[in-house]
């Protein structure tokens, strides 16, 4: 695919390993969260360009599936490449939500690693700056105050309130 992510993989890592510090993780968890972060998509590169360059919004139901099924190749990658399994959960749950209604599991916060709580979270945020469609994007307030306001149970709380006062909102 040529339509690979690389600038949001690098400002999700940012953020993401900016916020493990404060939050606390240790060395080793932070490595593996930022090794995770860093290479979160690479399953998108097996996913064809059609499909990416349309909006999720437009997806069909095989599109969608297809669409999802990044993370488990984007995983078979890093066992591939050897990644230590911290790093694997990150690329395995990145789309997981504390709720439980994310995918391709459906796995609940506590189910997940804090590594991956935190990467879900700043990867949701990304996708709402920085969506497929340009026109739908939202400001760094904007989705914050959504994220708060209309999809606060998907996320760590306490990780939420730390990106929320680090972005200055």
Do not use: W
């Not at 593996?32 to 979160?40: K, S, T, Y």
């Not at 904007?142 to 606060?152: D, G, H, I, Y």
């Amino acid at each position: 695919s040529t339509l690979f992510p690389y600038t949001t993989l690098f400002r999700s890592t940012i953020l993401s390993m900016m916020l493990a510090q404060d939050l606390g993780l240790d060395a080793a968890s932070t490595r593996d969260l930022g090794v995770g972060a860093m290479v979160h998509d690479i399953g998108l590169m097996d996913i064809p360009d059609r499909v990416l360059r349309k909006s999720p919004d437009e997806y069909n139901n095989a599109e969608r599936t297809l669409r999802q099924q990044h993370v488990e190749y984007g995983t078979a990658m890093g066992v591939k490449l050897g990644l230590a399994p911290g790093a694997l959960a990150v690329i395995a749950q990145h789309h997981e939500l504390a709720d439980g209604t994310g995918y391709p599991k459906g796995h609940k916060g506590e189910r997940m690693t804090p590594a991956a709580r935190l990467v879900s979270m700043v990867n949701y945020y990304d996708n709402l700056c920085n969506p497929v469609d340009i026109s739908k994007a939202m400001t760094p307030h904007q989705a914050l105050s959504f994220m708060f306001a209309q999809r606060r149970t998907k996320f760590d709380a306490k990780a939420l309130q730390l990106m929320i006062r680090s972005l200055g909102v």
